[in-house]
């Protein structure tokens, strides 16, 4: 249906990112950077749930001296997230990060960032340019931060890089506004041929950071644009994690496991299948190695279709449900019992595939 | 950014559905239909959640008496789903039902669609032609439901309404795949100018569903298409209306209260910034008329920028926090006192806007 937008690639650590490579996956850290065994155990906890990429603030220079031995204890690239003073990027390029992060609205000094991109170079690591709809390039911008006045600022900016022939960029254009964002981003991919880190800006709390970041990220995802995705949450940043995978698996892009299709349920259900599915989510969440797609469904409008169309499904009746495989009923169990029937299928259909 | 595509104006009671109007909130009640006061009570809570029409299952002739009943206790437009039995519709119309939705992929006969056409005729309710993956119809369709096989669906089912020159249609075709279903709705916009009711089928419990409809929906949105919108959760349909707000609200499509713009926090942030968003999320909720976008930001990256450019903010740095009002600063206070002076200043500026 839709094309990925053609990229270069960039290496950050050993992780791929580019048009030729999936949509990588990043977090955060939300602790103080320059404890390390703090940080270090945080984004110990991010790896575990996904995330393949991890940035940190370094905001002073003990922050960035801590950088090399964050590195020691951890094992997924590190991007140092820097603003304001070029020397903390340069320090923490020093001590080993895998990518710097930088800021055009408080790092406008041409001759700092040449010092960081020179480092860089060196060190062979890309840059990120990030853009921010809270602070843009004074001397491109008015006084609103409209999609087109981000990407007048990463026009600009880009020149610096450009003087230095260097192109291990990765670009993001964020906005809190959704719209602004997605506008910005596709402005931005007729003006570049660099990796676009997604994200909304400043998305919120949970509940509604979750849809912000969906429509805004999924969005430009649909269309083939994005290499790299950031969820922003005010809250735990394993669950940044959790909604970026959810968001690579609707639109598509990636797959972590079992997809789960099922009902909202409605007058027709004659089984609880709001708790039958909850019960399928809580003991599937420990295989994730599986391709498959399992549809639970509540009644026989529906049902039999979606069910047929899953690798495996089950559609309910009265206090009764057809297991379908492959699109054949291969069995018609009770409610009761449903779920460990699934289970058990799905243990077999793992096998198969192995 | 967008325009909404241009659709003739339907109306469902008392709510109009169409570009002219506002893209309108739908949810459907999850109890038996047959239980008039039990359904009655579900309907009002989805009322007070800001549900603006609900659909209900009519699965067999008790629940289509029982609609004249509901209707009774409830105010809100209702619409009756119903499946393989005409004659069931034909009951819902005469039990007062404001709408009826019909599937192309059960209902195939076309005598039968045509008493059921004529009955809504005469009454001056619309009918919802809602294509569903799980289900097409037998005779334009191959094995799997593919969006050209969904447009084929429906074309062929519209001859049906346009022999008896009836247009008082609304059209939805949902896939409980993201991809196929904004597929589906965009090829389908070039082939009428019915309202859409948008939804992606079957989307699963809240955490998934969540994310699934928030891409589909909010892509199709972010493009123009769209008039109502229905979340399917396999969850309380009360969290279906929460998150179509939320979709309605990112996509810049309608307002339902304050916007919270707050930042994820990092390592820069050196106050408690998620407890006091989750604060000011409690405290705002009984709130819901304001237009105001809040902004709660935790150090001065991003922060005063998006402070400034939000109608009432929050910049924190060591355990305080500059407030600005129309992108002045007009305070400085304690993080411990934050949240009440916040929503004083809000309290004050609704009165303003008054």
Do not use: W
Not at 17 to 36: E, R
Not at 247 to 274: A, E, K, W, Y
Request: net charge neutral; proline share 3%; with cysteine.
């Amino acid at each position: 249906m839709f094309e990925r937008r053609k990229t270069r690639t960039v290496e950050v650590g050993n992780v791929k990112m580019g048009s030729g490579h999936p949509v990588v996956i990043q977090s955060m850290t939300k602790t103080d950077t320059a404890d390390a065994a703090l940080t270090a155990g945080q984004i110990r906890l991010l790896e575990k749930a996904g995330c393949e990429i991890v940035r940190l603030s370094v905001k002073d220079m003990r922050s960035a001296e801590a950088v090399e031995d964050i590195k020691k204890e951890t094992t997924i690239p590190m991007v140092a997230d820097i603003h304001f003073d070029h020397k903390l990027a340069l320090e923490a390029i020093r001590r080993g990060a895998d990518k710097i992060r930088i800021n055009p609205g408080n790092m406008q000094k041409e001759q700092d960032v040449a010092e960081v991109i020179d480092a860089a170079k060196e060190k062979k690591i890309p840059i990120r340019v990030g853009i921010n709809s809270g602070s843009l390039l004074e001397k491109v911008t008015g006084k609103t931060a409209t999609a087109d006045a981000m990407v007048a600022s990463l026009v600009k900016y880009l020149e610096y890089f450009r003087k230095r022939d260097f192109n291990d960029i990765v670009v993001s254009l964020k906005a809190s506004d959704v719209k602004t964002t997605v506008e910005a981003y596709r402005k931005a991919s007729d003006e570049c041929d660099y990796p676009f880190h997604l994200g909304v800006t400043a998305a919120g709390p949970p509940r509604d950071g979750v849809v912000r970041s969906s429509v805004g990220i999924g969005t430009l995802l649909m269309e083939g644009i994005g290499d790299t995705i950031r969820v922003s949450l005010t809250g735990d940043p394993v669950e940044e994690v959790d909604t970026a995978k959810r968001i690579l698996s609707s639109t598509g892009s990636r797959r972590f496991g079992p997809d789960v299709i099922s009902c909202p349920t409605c007058g027709r259900c004659q089984v609880d299948l709001i708790s039958l599915v909850e019960e399928l989510e809580k003991r599937l969440s420990a295989d994730t190695g599986a391709d498959l797609t399992i549809a639970v469904m509540g009644c026989e409008v529906n049902g039999p279709g979606e069910a047929k169309a899953a690798d495996i499904g089950i559609a309910f009746g009265k206090g009764k449900g057809a297991i379908f495989k492959q699109g054949k009923i291969v069995k018609t169990v009770d409610a009761s019992c449903a779920i460990d029937e699934l289970l058990a299928m799905i243990g077999k259909e793992q096998e198969r595939e192995l």
